[in-house]
Protein backbone atom coordinates (compact mmCIF):
# COMPACT_ATOMS: atom_id res chain seq x y z
CA UNK A 1 0.00 0.00 0.00
CA UNK A 2 1.38 3.25 -1.06
CA UNK A 3 -0.60 6.47 0.27
CA UNK A 4 1.93 8.78 -0.73
CA UNK A 5 0.06 9.59 -4.08
CA UNK A 6 -2.94 10.34 -1.58
CA UNK A 7 -1.42 12.34 0.63
CA UNK A 8 -0.39 16.00 -0.28
CA UNK A 9 -1.98 18.68 1.44
CA UNK A 10 -0.77 20.15 4.22
CA UNK A 11 -2.41 23.07 6.43
CA UNK A 12 0.19 24.29 8.65
CA UNK A 13 3.73 24.49 8.68
CA UNK A 14 6.73 25.61 10.97
CA UNK A 15 9.02 28.24 9.22
CA UNK A 16 11.70 30.21 11.30
CA UNK A 17 9.73 33.39 11.10
CA UNK A 18 6.94 31.94 12.73
CA UNK A 19 3.62 29.19 12.36
CA UNK A 20 2.39 29.15 8.49
CA UNK A 21 -1.72 28.54 8.10
CA UNK A 22 -2.93 27.76 5.06
CA UNK A 23 -6.63 29.68 4.89
CA UNK A 24 -8.98 27.52 4.36
CA UNK A 25 -11.71 30.01 4.46
CA UNK A 26 -10.60 30.95 0.77
CA UNK A 27 -10.44 27.77 -0.08
CA UNK A 28 -11.14 26.27 -3.29
CA UNK A 29 -10.74 29.55 -4.74
CA UNK A 30 -7.21 30.60 -3.01
CA UNK A 31 -4.47 29.31 -1.90
CA UNK A 32 -3.18 32.12 0.64
CA UNK A 33 -0.86 31.45 3.83
CA UNK A 34 -1.71 33.34 7.20
CA UNK A 35 1.92 34.47 8.98
CA UNK A 36 1.35 34.07 12.71
CA UNK A 37 4.14 35.39 14.55
CA UNK A 38 2.79 35.49 18.10
CA UNK A 39 0.36 33.68 20.24
CA UNK A 40 -2.31 36.48 19.77
CA UNK A 41 -2.42 35.95 16.16
CA UNK A 42 -2.78 31.92 15.84
CA UNK A 43 -5.68 32.47 18.58
CA UNK A 44 -7.40 34.59 16.30
CA UNK A 45 -6.78 32.68 13.36
CA UNK A 46 -8.08 29.71 15.41
CA UNK A 47 -10.84 31.92 16.24
CA UNK A 48 -11.60 32.47 12.75
CA UNK A 49 -11.28 29.37 11.02
CA UNK A 50 -7.99 30.43 9.18
CA UNK A 51 -7.41 26.74 10.79
CA UNK A 52 -9.69 24.12 11.97
CA UNK A 53 -10.54 20.46 12.90
CA UNK A 54 -9.70 19.44 16.47
CA UNK A 55 -6.64 18.09 15.75
CA UNK A 56 -5.03 20.92 13.60
CA UNK A 57 -6.49 23.52 15.90
CA UNK A 58 -4.31 21.94 18.74
CA UNK A 59 -0.97 21.10 17.02
CA UNK A 60 -1.71 25.40 16.14
CA UNK A 61 -2.06 25.78 19.43
CA UNK A 62 1.04 23.94 20.59
CA UNK A 63 3.10 26.35 18.10
CA UNK A 64 0.96 29.71 19.63
CA UNK A 65 2.44 28.41 23.23
CA UNK A 66 5.49 27.89 21.95
CA UNK A 67 5.30 31.88 20.51
CA UNK A 68 4.07 32.58 24.39
CA UNK A 69 7.15 31.75 25.90
CA UNK A 70 9.46 33.31 23.66
CA UNK A 71 7.34 36.61 23.72
CA UNK A 72 7.56 36.28 27.68
CA UNK A 73 11.22 35.78 27.70
CA UNK A 74 12.09 38.79 26.06
CA UNK A 75 9.19 40.98 27.97
CA UNK A 76 10.00 39.73 30.83
CA UNK A 77 13.06 37.87 31.20
CA UNK A 78 13.61 35.72 34.16
CA UNK A 79 9.08 36.15 34.83
CA UNK A 80 8.58 34.35 31.80
CA UNK A 81 6.66 31.72 32.97
CA UNK A 82 4.03 33.98 34.60
CA UNK A 83 4.24 36.26 32.16
CA UNK A 84 2.97 33.74 28.94
CA UNK A 85 -0.10 33.42 31.54
CA UNK A 86 -2.29 35.80 29.54
CA UNK A 87 -1.44 34.43 26.16
CA UNK A 88 -2.07 31.32 27.14
CA UNK A 89 -5.53 31.87 28.39
CA UNK A 90 -6.47 33.95 25.15
CA UNK A 91 -5.17 31.20 22.75
CA UNK A 92 -7.40 28.58 25.23
CA UNK A 93 -11.18 30.47 25.05
CA UNK A 94 -10.30 30.76 21.08
CA UNK A 95 -12.67 27.87 20.17
CA UNK A 96 -14.49 25.79 23.73
CA UNK A 97 -15.40 22.76 21.96
CA UNK A 98 -12.36 21.56 20.44
CA UNK A 99 -11.11 19.22 23.61
CA UNK A 100 -7.28 19.22 21.63
CA UNK A 101 -6.75 22.75 22.36
CA UNK A 102 -6.97 22.39 25.68
CA UNK A 103 -4.77 19.11 25.54
CA UNK A 104 -2.34 20.67 23.97
CA UNK A 105 -1.79 23.56 25.73
CA UNK A 106 -1.87 21.31 28.88
CA UNK A 107 0.89 19.59 27.30
CA UNK A 108 3.08 22.97 26.50
CA UNK A 109 2.36 24.46 30.67
CA UNK A 110 3.58 21.08 31.91
CA UNK A 111 6.87 21.24 29.72
CA UNK A 112 7.48 25.02 30.80
CA UNK A 113 7.02 24.24 34.57
CA UNK A 114 10.07 21.98 33.93
CA UNK A 115 12.49 24.64 32.49
CA UNK A 116 14.28 27.19 34.70
CA UNK A 117 13.14 30.17 34.80
CA UNK A 118 16.30 31.47 34.08
CA UNK A 119 16.96 30.41 30.51
CA UNK A 120 15.49 31.69 27.44
CA UNK A 121 12.87 28.31 26.92
CA UNK A 122 12.09 29.44 23.25
CA UNK A 123 14.12 26.16 21.67
CA UNK A 124 12.70 23.61 24.54
CA UNK A 125 8.56 25.01 23.76
CA UNK A 126 9.44 25.28 19.87
CA UNK A 127 10.56 21.10 20.69
CA UNK A 128 7.70 20.13 22.14
CA UNK A 129 5.33 22.14 19.69
CA UNK A 130 7.27 20.10 16.98
CA UNK A 131 6.94 16.90 19.02
CA UNK A 132 3.11 17.07 19.21
CA UNK A 133 2.89 18.17 15.69
CA UNK A 134 4.80 14.65 14.60
CA UNK A 135 3.12 12.84 16.92
CA UNK A 136 -0.10 13.74 15.39
CA UNK A 137 1.39 12.67 11.84
CA UNK A 138 1.84 9.34 12.93
CA UNK A 139 -1.44 8.60 14.60
CA UNK A 140 -2.86 9.81 11.71
CA UNK A 141 -1.03 7.02 9.98
CA UNK A 142 -1.93 3.98 12.36
CA UNK A 143 -5.79 5.19 12.37
CA UNK A 144 -5.59 5.10 8.87
CA UNK A 145 -4.34 1.82 8.70
CA UNK A 146 -6.90 0.66 11.53
CA UNK A 147 -9.81 2.22 10.40
CA UNK A 148 -9.16 0.99 6.52
CA UNK A 149 -8.41 -2.96 7.79
CA UNK A 150 -12.17 -2.52 8.94
CA UNK A 151 -13.65 -1.98 5.32
CA UNK A 152 -14.77 -4.75 2.71
CA UNK A 153 -13.53 -4.25 -0.58
CA UNK A 154 -16.26 -2.45 -2.62
CA UNK A 155 -17.05 -0.48 -0.21
CA UNK A 156 -19.11 3.00 -0.74
CA UNK A 157 -17.82 6.16 2.12
CA UNK A 158 -19.93 8.87 3.20
CA UNK A 159 -17.95 11.46 5.09
CA UNK A 160 -18.89 14.46 6.57
CA UNK A 161 -17.60 17.94 6.79
CA UNK A 162 -13.44 17.72 6.43
CA UNK A 163 -11.27 15.32 8.27
CA UNK A 164 -8.42 15.54 6.61
CA UNK A 165 -4.75 16.90 6.10
CA UNK A 166 -6.68 20.07 6.50
CA UNK A 167 -7.90 19.61 9.83
CA UNK A 168 -5.16 17.51 11.29
CA UNK A 169 -1.06 17.73 11.10
CA UNK A 170 -0.73 15.21 8.49
CA UNK A 171 -3.05 12.16 6.44
CA UNK A 172 -6.37 12.98 8.65
CA UNK A 173 -8.57 11.13 10.70
CA UNK A 174 -11.67 9.82 8.74
CA UNK A 175 -10.06 11.25 5.37
CA UNK A 176 -7.07 9.31 6.35
CA UNK A 177 -9.08 6.26 6.57
CA UNK A 178 -10.55 6.77 3.19
CA UNK A 179 -7.45 8.10 1.63
CA UNK A 180 -5.55 4.53 2.89
CA UNK A 181 -8.91 2.12 2.04
CA UNK A 182 -9.07 4.03 -1.71
CA UNK A 183 -4.84 3.13 -2.09
CA UNK A 184 -5.78 -0.72 -0.92
CA UNK A 185 -8.53 -1.21 -3.40
CA UNK A 186 -11.32 -1.44 -1.00
CA UNK A 187 -13.14 1.56 -1.34
CA UNK A 188 -15.27 1.93 -5.18
CA UNK A 189 -17.35 5.28 -4.41
CA UNK A 190 -16.32 8.70 -1.66
CA UNK A 191 -19.55 10.91 -1.07
CA UNK A 192 -18.90 13.73 0.71
CA UNK A 193 -21.85 15.78 2.40
CA UNK A 194 -21.62 19.94 1.67
CA UNK A 195 -21.47 20.40 5.11
CA UNK A 196 -23.87 23.64 5.91
CA UNK A 197 -23.44 26.55 6.72
CA UNK A 198 -19.56 26.64 6.18
CA UNK A 199 -19.10 24.22 3.61
CA UNK A 200 -16.26 21.96 5.01
CA UNK A 201 -17.22 19.06 2.57
CA UNK A 202 -17.70 20.96 -0.34
CA UNK A 203 -14.84 24.05 -0.13
CA UNK A 204 -12.57 21.94 1.67
CA UNK A 205 -12.82 17.80 1.35
CA UNK A 206 -13.24 17.79 -2.47
CA UNK A 207 -10.37 19.77 -2.91
CA UNK A 208 -8.40 17.62 -0.86
CA UNK A 209 -9.56 14.76 -2.77
CA UNK A 210 -9.73 15.96 -6.54
CA UNK A 211 -5.83 17.02 -5.50
CA UNK A 212 -4.91 13.71 -4.26
CA UNK A 213 -6.89 12.25 -7.46
CA UNK A 214 -9.48 10.65 -6.08
CA UNK A 215 -12.88 11.08 -7.48
CA UNK A 216 -15.56 12.32 -5.14
CA UNK A 217 -19.47 12.57 -5.36
CA UNK A 218 -20.72 15.98 -3.37
CA UNK A 219 -24.35 16.08 -1.72
CA UNK A 220 -26.24 18.68 0.05
CA UNK A 221 -26.70 17.56 3.63
CA UNK A 222 -30.18 16.61 3.61
CA UNK A 223 -29.39 13.84 0.77
CA UNK A 224 -27.81 11.84 2.53
CA UNK A 225 -30.61 9.58 4.24
CA UNK A 226 -31.67 9.03 0.69
CA UNK A 227 -28.82 8.09 -0.63
CA UNK A 228 -28.49 5.34 2.18
CA UNK A 229 -31.74 4.12 0.84
CA UNK A 230 -30.10 2.93 -2.48
CA UNK A 231 -27.61 0.88 -0.83
CA UNK A 232 -24.45 2.54 -2.60
CA UNK A 233 -23.28 3.68 1.19
CA UNK A 234 -21.54 1.04 3.40
CA UNK A 235 -20.03 3.11 6.07
CA UNK A 236 -20.20 6.74 6.95
CA UNK A 237 -16.96 7.77 8.45
CA UNK A 238 -16.09 11.08 10.37
CA UNK A 239 -13.80 12.56 13.00
CA UNK A 240 -14.53 14.23 16.30
CA UNK A 241 -14.20 17.37 18.19
CA UNK A 242 -14.48 15.84 21.52
CA UNK A 243 -15.66 12.27 22.73
CA UNK A 244 -17.09 11.91 25.86
CA UNK A 245 -16.04 9.21 28.40
CA UNK A 246 -18.93 7.09 27.50
CA UNK A 247 -18.41 7.04 23.68
CA UNK A 248 -20.71 10.52 23.20
CA UNK A 249 -19.31 11.91 20.34
CA UNK A 250 -19.25 15.89 19.60
CA UNK A 251 -18.63 16.58 15.75
CA UNK A 252 -19.88 18.84 12.81
CA UNK A 253 -23.29 19.85 13.21
CA UNK A 254 -25.62 17.43 10.86
CA UNK A 255 -23.12 14.15 12.20
CA UNK A 256 -25.87 13.20 15.02
CA UNK A 257 -28.66 13.21 11.28
CA UNK A 258 -25.69 11.12 9.50
CA UNK A 259 -25.53 8.59 12.75
CA UNK A 260 -29.40 8.53 12.52
CA UNK A 261 -29.83 7.61 8.96
CA UNK A 262 -27.02 5.24 9.14
CA UNK A 263 -28.03 3.25 11.45
CA UNK A 264 -31.97 3.18 9.75
CA UNK A 265 -30.35 2.25 7.00
CA UNK A 266 -28.05 -0.37 8.19
CA UNK A 267 -25.01 1.66 7.22
CA UNK A 268 -22.11 1.46 9.74
CA UNK A 269 -21.33 4.50 11.42
CA UNK A 270 -16.75 5.05 12.30
CA UNK A 271 -15.77 7.81 14.24
CA UNK A 272 -11.87 8.22 13.49
CA UNK A 273 -9.87 10.76 16.58
CA UNK A 274 -6.55 10.65 18.60
CA UNK A 275 -7.09 9.53 21.78
CA UNK A 276 -6.16 13.56 22.55
CA UNK A 277 -10.31 14.11 21.60
CA UNK A 278 -11.20 11.94 24.05
CA UNK A 279 -12.18 14.07 27.62
CA UNK A 280 -12.27 11.54 30.11
CA UNK A 281 -13.66 14.36 32.59
CA UNK A 282 -16.35 14.99 30.37
CA UNK A 283 -19.06 11.98 31.74
CA UNK A 284 -21.37 12.49 29.03
CA UNK A 285 -22.01 14.03 25.63
CA UNK A 286 -24.67 16.37 27.38
CA UNK A 287 -22.00 17.53 29.29
CA UNK A 288 -19.55 18.88 26.06
CA UNK A 289 -20.43 22.84 25.72
CA UNK A 290 -21.41 23.43 22.46
CA UNK A 291 -19.93 26.34 20.18
CA UNK A 292 -22.75 29.25 18.58
CA UNK A 293 -21.76 31.02 16.08
CA UNK A 294 -22.58 34.40 14.42
CA UNK A 295 -26.50 33.34 12.75
CA UNK A 296 -24.99 35.47 9.80
CA UNK A 297 -23.39 32.48 8.94
CA UNK A 298 -27.03 30.85 7.95
CA UNK A 299 -28.71 34.35 6.98
CA UNK A 300 -26.16 35.13 4.32
CA UNK A 301 -24.39 32.16 1.74
CA UNK A 302 -21.34 33.88 -0.61
CA UNK A 303 -21.60 37.40 0.75
CA UNK A 304 -24.83 37.43 -0.21
CA UNK A 305 -28.36 37.49 1.99
CA UNK A 306 -30.33 34.22 1.09
CA UNK A 307 -33.07 35.10 4.05
CA UNK A 308 -35.55 37.39 4.03
CA UNK A 309 -34.88 41.04 5.56
CA UNK A 310 -37.89 40.88 7.70
CA UNK A 311 -38.60 41.30 11.65
CA UNK A 312 -38.30 37.84 13.00
CA UNK A 313 -36.12 35.82 10.68
CA UNK A 314 -33.19 34.78 12.74
CA UNK A 315 -31.04 31.93 12.82
CA UNK A 316 -29.77 29.17 15.14
CA UNK A 317 -26.08 28.56 14.32
CA UNK A 318 -24.94 25.36 16.66
CA UNK A 319 -20.92 24.43 15.15
CA UNK A 320 -21.41 21.02 16.31
CA UNK A 321 -23.72 18.28 17.81
CA UNK A 322 -23.73 15.32 19.67
CA UNK A 323 -23.92 11.20 18.51
CA UNK A 324 -24.48 8.97 21.26
CA UNK A 325 -22.30 6.34 21.70
CA UNK A 326 -25.37 4.03 20.84
CA UNK A 327 -25.38 5.17 17.54
CA UNK A 328 -21.55 4.30 16.95
CA UNK A 329 -20.40 1.18 15.70
CA UNK A 330 -16.62 1.68 16.06
CA UNK A 331 -14.18 4.45 16.93
CA UNK A 332 -10.68 4.45 15.80
CA UNK A 333 -7.66 5.94 17.65
CA UNK A 334 -4.04 5.43 17.09
CA UNK A 335 -4.36 3.42 20.45
CA UNK A 336 -6.26 1.12 18.78
CA UNK A 337 -10.15 0.61 18.07
CA UNK A 338 -13.39 0.41 20.07
CA UNK A 339 -16.18 -1.47 18.42
CA UNK A 340 -19.76 -0.64 20.28
CA UNK A 341 -18.04 1.99 22.21
CA UNK A 342 -19.53 2.86 26.12
CA UNK A 343 -17.90 4.30 29.35
CA UNK A 344 -15.85 0.73 30.21
CA UNK A 345 -13.96 0.27 26.60
CA UNK A 346 -13.24 3.87 26.24
CA UNK A 347 -11.55 3.62 29.99
CA UNK A 348 -9.87 0.14 29.21
CA UNK A 349 -8.72 2.18 26.02
CA UNK A 350 -7.45 5.18 27.62
CA UNK A 351 -5.41 2.51 29.83
CA UNK A 352 -3.90 0.52 26.86
CA UNK A 353 -5.89 -2.16 27.16
CA UNK A 354 -8.34 -1.70 24.29
Given at each position: ??????????????????????????????????????????????????????????????????????????????????????????????????????????????????????????????????????????????????GAGLIQPGSG????????????????????????????????????????????????????????????????DGAAAALMRT??????????????????????????????????????????????????????????????????????????????????????????????????????????????PDADGMARLL????
Amino acid sequence: MNTASHDTVRALEWRDEGLYLLDQRLLPGQEQYVCCTDAAAVAQAITDMVVRGAPAIGVAAGYGAALAGAAAWRTHGAGWQAGMAEDMDTLRRSRPTAVNLAWALARMETCASRLPEDEDPASALLAEAHAIHAEDVAANQRMGRSGAGLIQPGSGVLTHCNTGSLATGGLGTALGVIRTAWADGRIERVFADETRPWLQGARLTAWELAADGIPVELLADGAAAALMRTGQVHWAIVGADRIAANGDVANKIGTYAVALAARQHGVRFMVVAPTSTIDPETATGEQIPIETRDAREVLYAGGQRVAPKAEGVGAWNPVFDVTPAELVDVIVTERGVVHQPDADGMARLLEGAG
